[in-house]
């Protein structure tokens, strides 16, 4: 995460004449950083149903869903990277 912040700090202090460059420089680190702290976020659309299922299951010593402990995940990356 480091190494990206630094380059993401580099590549925006290089002077550009386009404003969409920068936009799109900006996109490109948001996906490389959210790919590399979360991992494949893509779900096939067959196997949505087993997945919701899995995810609605309580862990007995949490006592909380995945999609619990997924949003808790996904709020500290979100943290993080903003």
């Not at 995460?1 to 700090?9: G, I, N, P, R």
């Not at 402990?69 to 903003?82: P, Q």
């Amino acid at each position: 995460m480091l190494l990206l912040t630094l380059t993401y700090d580099v590549v925006f202090t290089i002077k550009t004449s386009s404003f969409v460059l920068q936009n799109q420089l900006h996109l490109i680190y948001q996906c490389v950083s959210t790919q590399l702290t979360c991992g494949t976020t893509v779900i096939k659309t067959g196997e949505i149903g087993s997945l919701v299922q899995q995810m609605a299951r309580r862990d007995s010593t949490t006592k909380s869903s995945g999609f619990e402990k997924e949003y808790k995940v996904r709020l500290i990356v979100i943290t993080v990277i903003y």
